[in-house]
Every structure is written in C-alpha cells, then in structure tokens.
Nanobody
Framework: QVQLVESGGGLVQAGGSLRLSCAAS????????MGWFRQAPGKEREFVAS????????LYGSSVKGRFTISRDNVANMVYLQMNSLKPEDTAVYYC???????????????WGQGTQVTVSS
C-alpha cells in the first residue's frame, strides 16, 4: 500500500512558477515509478510527467515539455514537479501517481493522491 499526499498548489499569475511536492508513505518507494497527471474542469485527464524508479529517465507530456521538470528523492520518499512559465491552460487539479510497473500516458499506475489545485491567472 502506498499513500500519496500532494502539496504546493495555489494561485499564480501567468509566467510564474510553482513547485508541487508529493510525499509517499511506502517502504519500497524506490521500487515505484512516479508521475503526475492533471485534470481540468470539463476536460479529460492528461499525463504531465513521469520518472523511473531510480530517477534515471523522465517523460513529459507535449504541452509541458520544456517548462516542467519532474524529480524525486528516494531517501526522503518525495517527488517534485517544478512548473515554470505557467499558462492559464495549466490550471487543473494535479495528481501524484505511483506505479510499480511504470507511469506514463497510457499507464495510470497503482496509487493516486487526492490532488492539489493549481490555478494560473491571465
């Protein structure tokens, strides 16, 4: 069982930055791929980013590539999403995801957090 708690969301102006954090309670955290999805009102869930269990590889959705950076700390059991050059269309609830067999655009993982709201004003 893995419990995920996101934090760091909030209101920011377009062009600004936010850093999301995800705290994981799992003895075997370093065995899980981690990632972030988001969902805006009235829209489908969207893959944002993922990172392999050892942090060696990462993957990004096309809409955030070059602006967002995912990272992890396997000692602290944390995952981060650094979001720069934010746009109003980045407004959504952001979810942290853990997947034993991977996390990606078509791999929804095994455990999801409750989500944190990010709102970008124009």
């Amino acid at each position: 069982q893995v419990q995920l708690v996101e934090s760091g969301g909030g209101l920011v102006q377009a062009g600004g930055s936010l850093r999301l954090s995800c705290a994981a309670s799992a003895r075997s955290f370093s065995e899980y791929a981690m990632g972030w999805f988001r969902q805006a009102p009235g829209k489908e869930r969207e893959f944002v980013a993922s990172i392999t269990s050892n942090g060696g590889n990462s993957l990004y959705g096309s809409s955030v590539k070059g602006r967002f950076t995912i990272s992890r700390d396997n000692v602290a059991n944390m995952v981060y999403l650094q979001m720069n050059s934010l746009k109003p269309e980045d407004t959504a609830v952001y979810y942290c995801v853990a997947g034993f067999y991977g996390v990606g655009p078509s791999e929804l993982g095994d455990y999801w957090g409750q989500g944190t709201q990010v709102t970008v004003s124009s």
